[in-house]
């Protein structure tokens, strides 16, 4: 008798357990329209996994996953498909460099509708191990509570490295890290006990770094790869606020220069050519060899009346770190302003091919810009192409590099026209992009309650571990000035 | 026949107790309600988890989602105002009864209701949030609680199991509990004093260890915060000492209470309870009637009605006691826009410059916000945006508002952006109020004829300006000039452009502009557009033969030289009020 109620149970609960299969009432031709589109996307392999619902209504989804070893994963969902992080991790793992089959069913107006399979290519690259981002409503003057966070990729983890509740009344932002090392790290804190926070190793400092040469403190950042020295802009910036319905908001500077700050030494060095009145310099960032600053330069204009007239090109000059000198000439690696158009945001591969910015109409603040779009310049021949599989209707803006240049990820306006997020796309080694994919969320409603936007998403290779006892002791401080080499 | 003995029906203390609770009711349902109506409108109580969690992850978190929970209900002001005198006196209840426990004397009653009048006091202020008053009555009410265990051993267990859990769903406030404990066992004398150093020891190290424990795991926050927890106030900078106080009575009346009661031995108990209720009577009227700020009450007001559109209630508001402060006119003059009576009777009010019709923008939570709704109902759908995201932005408890995001979605809609407007509006589906709104706009926005048709939507889809430019606080009457030219029968940018000037005393450039009035066909010009004119006429013409060219009225004519007439003889504000206070000319020559 025990051993019959036993089995029973055991029966029970193995029909409970099992999914029913699905006898469709109807077979679609087109793929299932699914929020996030995961539809044909390549992602690394230690991606966490990509749970979806139905755009459309449904009341319930059935969802076959199917490797090529013949595995599959068969879920059911009343609200989203929930994917099993050890399941799928096992059938990504098993299918590395190929693709894996989803076939989507789904019940709507109580039928049952089966749709096209659509697939998603595991790419046999490794991509790093997280990203760091800014979580910060989309607004103008402005700000309420904000971080900067820290979001593991493989599952849904996100911990936040600084937020500006530590400092009331603070803004942190402009954080950014030496090749996706947070060894080395850089990020700004605005407000009355602000700086610039420099950690490199177990050294952390806070530094005041408006000097009398330049305008401002120091803005955007870009670590060199040795970790000696981080460029900076400096910039005088300005928000300007459109009345048309199309446009919201116009960020601009009425200066900006470019210098760089000898980590070591606490000095700011300067060059003449990239601090001319005639010229906004803006954008810096090194060459994978620390041997060229990149940046973008703009003749100079009046502000804010002449905005819209503002055009800035690609440009370089040759940097020696060793004697921590400028070359003489600076080049224009692409002439925007000839097509009547500006670049914003250089941001070189680490393996040195390519250079990755954004193109818009005019100006430099490209994530209000809805025409703004990715491109990318091979440095050897200068050939320049706009990355269409990476591309949208809408804004996309910020982008960064995995540290192998295989996958970049970039800021994207595309699912609302407003709110930021984070899109991932592989990149192989001739400069082709796979279709991207949004960053992935246990809860496929996250992104439609966040009233935050995602700002300036990059590439970390381990976990940040930024002491904020540290943070909080040196924004007590009067911080350390940063010196001018004469 | 039988006398009629009250004391049977309900007992002295309820009775007070309900005669109090019902004159906090009246307080804020009758002479103070749009303060909750204001307060309403800084916060959005969603009803998901992660709003949950967000709260209840760090220490005063119950208490405060308890009370953005309470203040969500604050959207009726009757519905507050209830809650408000429930809390109260529920809160005075607790602390009697605490009282009753350590066997205090009923007579002692009055001293009960100080914590609850100190914090109604407190409620006069618009910054004093919800949650702090749920604090207050959790901690009375763990006091009370703890008293109530009758077992030694229990009751300190319950102790060492209490003071985390408070601490996690009170903040600091906590304290005052390990205090009583402490406090209560040396009283209750049940342990020797041995144990009572013990127990004592004990349970401060506990206390004074857990907000550095949690300083530890969330690091996110200074260490003030986590020995206060709570937002008590909207500022978070601020420590309220008002609040400790209030803290430091829940702890020490019962005990004050109890030495009263055993230790000093009173007679004629009557005369004592009477005067402590004249006392807490008279004491607390004028205490509140201090606390109470009823000219920002008539702020708020404004604002309400503004924000419900009650244009009319505005004009009766305004009828009833001419308003002065620059907020309260600035909805006044879009109530006059809005009913098409600003041209004819805005200097029939108080006027105090262009301050009192578009307030400049600064980074704050309260004039953005009416400022917004000034540009919103002119038509510049963007600038009403940007104003509406800034005020919310700004609140300084890092709150979103529920009306912001209303508004948010609204002028998305307006603009044609579905698909932000339908996030905004998916939030407000999570809410208890604006649940109904939100799900109807959903299914509007799906047909676009709906929205283009809608009467205020639609309106300003029609009004709003195609061709870009930029915002310029100090070119409003430029942006208003475009607005006005690009559709003209927006009569209300047309009137914001000539009270600009008027407010300014720019005569030139409403001469100059006037004439954009044409498309407006008066059948008769405005009142206070007639007293401009034949004022402008008659300081700038010479010949008296020439007639001015609109049609002004001669009473207008009339009325200008008896003014006149005065002015130059006796140039006195008082004497030409009473006859030509309603006057643009009045207006010129008195206000600064």
């Known amino acids: ?486 | 026949m039988k006398k009629f003995d009250l004391s049977k029906i309900i007992s002295l203390d309820t009775f007070l107790s309900l005669i109090f609770g019902a004159v906090v009711f009246v307080f804020f349902a009758f002479l103070y309600p749009f303060h909750l109506n204001y307060q309403e409108q800084y916060q959005l109580f969603l009803y998901t988890s992660d709003y949950f969690l967000d709260f209840f992850g760090k220490p005063g978190g119950i208490a405060n989602y308890l009370g953005t929970f309470v203040t969500q209900f604050y959207f009726y002001s009757k519905i507050g105002a209830l809650i408000i005198a429930f809390i109260l006196t529920f809160l005075q209840r607790v602390i009697y009864s605490a009282s009753q426990k350590l066997e205090a004397k009923s007579f002692w009653i009055p001293i009960t209701f100080v914590p609850s009048l100190l914090y109604w006091n407190l409620f006069c202020d618009e910054n004093y949030l919800a949650g702090g008053m749920i604090a207050m009555l959790l901690l009375a009410a763990s006091i009370n609680g703890y008293i109530r265990i009758n077992s030694t051993k229990w009751r300190i267990v319950s102790a060492l199991f209490l003071i985390p859990v408070l601490y996690w769903g009170i903040g600091g406030a906590f304290l005052f509990f390990t205090l009583f404990t402490i406090a209560n066992e040396l009283i209750k004398n049940e342990i020797d004093k041995k144990q009572v150093l013990v127990f004592s020891a004990a349970i401060t190290v506990l206390s004074l260890i857990l907000p550095l424990i949690a300083k530890a795991i969330f690091l996110q926050y200074p260490m003030g915060k986590f020995w206060v927890g709570v937002n008590y106030f909207r500022y978070p900078v601020n420590v309220p000492l008002s609040v400790g106080i209030v803290a430091l009575l829940i702890f020490f009346i019962p005990l004050l209470l109890y030495f009263f009661s055993k230790k000093i031995s009173i007679p004629k108990t009557h005369y004592i309870l009477f005067v402590q209720l004249v006392i807490i009577g008279v004491g607390g009227f004028s205490f509140i009637r201090n606390s109470a700020d009823f000219s920002k009450e008539e702020v708020m007001a404004y604002d309400f009605h503004t924000r419900m559109r009650k244009w009319d209630r505005i004009i009766a508001l305004a009828d009833k006691s001419n308003p002065t402060s620059p907020l309260s006119v600035t909805c006044l003059n879009l109530a006059l826009a809005k009913q098409d009576l600003l041209s004819n009777q805005m200097f029939s009010y108080y006027q105090n410059g262009t301050a009192g019709l578009i307030p400049d923008f600064i980074r704050d939570f309260t004039i953005p916000m009416m400022a917004g709704e000034v540009y919103y109902h002119l038509g510049l759908v963007n600038t009403a945006q940007r104003f509406a995201f800034e005020a919310m932005e700004a609140l300084p408890d890092y709150q979103k508002s529920a009306r912001t995001i209303k508004r948010l979605a609204e002028t998305n809609i307006i603009n044609g952006d579905y698909e932000v407007a339908k996030k905004y509006l998916n939030i407000l589906k999570k809410t208890l109020y604006y649940r109904s709104w939100a799900k109807h706009t959903l299914e509007q926005i799906k047909d676009e004829s709906l929205i283009s048709e809608h009467i205020e939507w639609g309106w300003l889809r029609k009004v709003r300006i195609d061709k870009d430019f930029l915002f310029s606080e100090a070119e409003k009457e430029n942006m208003l000039g475009l607005l006005f030219t690009h559709n003209p029968e927006n009569q209300m940018a047309f009137d914001y452009l000539m009270a600009i000037c008027l407010l300014n005393k720019d005569l030139q450039h409403f001469v100059n502009f006037y004439p954009l009035s044409k498309s407006l066909d008066y059948k008769v010009i405005p009142k206070t557009y007639q007293e401009a004119l034949i004022y402008i006429w008659e300081l700038t013409n010479n010949d008296p033969t020439k007639k001015i060219s609109y049609p002004v009225s001669d009473e207008a004519t009339k009325r200008l030289h008896n003014y006149k007439r005065i002015y130059s003889t006796t140039r006195d504000a008082k004497s030409l009020n009473k006859d030509f206070g309603d006057t643009y000319w009045y207006y010129l020559h008195f206000n600064k």
């Open chain 1, 1 to 486: 008798m025990y051993r019959l109620l036993i089995s029973l149970l055991i029966l029970t609960l193995t029909v409970v357990s099992c999914k029913q299969k699905i006898t469709p009432d109807e077979v679609k031709h087109e793929k299932p329209s699914i929020f996030p589109d995961y539809t044909d996307v390549t992602v690394p392999a230690t991606i966490a996994p990509l749970n979806f619902k139905m755009k459309d209504e449904f009341s319930k989804m059935d969802v076959v996953i199917e490797g090529s070893a013949n595995k599959t994963i068969h879920l059911q969902g009343k609200k989203q498909i929930e994917i099993s992080t050890k399941k799928w991790t096992d059938i990504l793992e098993e299918n590395r460099g190929k693709k894996i089959q989803i076939t989507v069913s789904a019940k709507q107006k109580n039928k049952w509708i089966r749709y096209a399979p659509f697939s998603i290519f595991v790419s046999n690259d490794p991509i790093d191990h997280g990203l760091v981002y800014r979580l910060i409503a989309p607004g103008y003057e402005v700000y309420s509570k904000m971080g900067i966070y820290q979001r593991k990729l493989s599952n849904y983890k996100q911990d936040a490295i600084i937020e500006n509740t530590l400092l009331s009344g603070s803004c942190v932002n402009c954080h950014s890290f030496r090749l996706t090392d947070p060894d080395d790290m850089s990020l700004h804190i605005r407000g009355k006990k602000g700086g610039t926070i420099i950690a490199s190793g177990d050294d952390m400092k806070l530094l005041n770094t408006k000097t009398p040469k330049t305008i401002s403190n120091f803005v955007y950042p870009f670590w060199h790869p040795s970790g000696n020295f981080i460029t900076y802009s400096v910039n005088k910036t300005k928000q300007v606020f459109h009345e048309s319905k199309a446009k919201r908001v116009e960020v601009i500077d009425a200066a900006s220069d470019i210098i760089v700050y000898d980590v070591n030494n606490n000095e700011t060095l300067f060059n003449a050519k990239l601090m001319q009145d005639s010229t906004f310099e803006t954008f810096p960032s090194f060459s994978p060899n620390g041997r060229t600053l990149y940046f973008c330069a703009a003749e100079a204009k009046e502000m804010p009346a002449k905005y819209n007239e503002v055009r800035y090109n690609l440009c370089s000059i040759t940097f020696d770190p060793e004697s921590a000198t400028f070359g003489d000439k600076i080049d224009t690696l692409f002439h925007a302003s000839a097509i009547d158009k500006s670049v914003t945001f250089p941001r070189p591969s680490p393996d040195g091919k390519y250079i990755m910015f954004t193109l818009i109409d005019y100006g430099n603040f490209s994530i209000w810009h809805k025409e703004a779009d990715l491109y990318l310049i091979d440095v050897k021949t200068g050939e320049v192409k706009v990355m269409d599989a990476a591309n949208s209707d809408d804004t996309e803006s910020y982008h960064s590099w995995s540290s192998n240049s295989r996958w970049f990820v970039f800021s994207s306006r595309r699912l609302n026209g407003l709110y930021t997020r984070p899109f991932i796309a592989h990149i192989d080694e001739n400069g082709t992009v796979g279709k991207p994919f949004l960053l992935p969320q246990k809860n496929t409603d996250y992104y439609e309650q966040l009233l935050f936007s995602y700002n300036i998403p990059e590439f970390i290779n381990k976990k940040v571990d930024l002491d904020l006892r540290t943070v909080e002791h040196l924004a007590n401080t009067s911080g350390t000035n940063v010196t001018q080499r004469e």
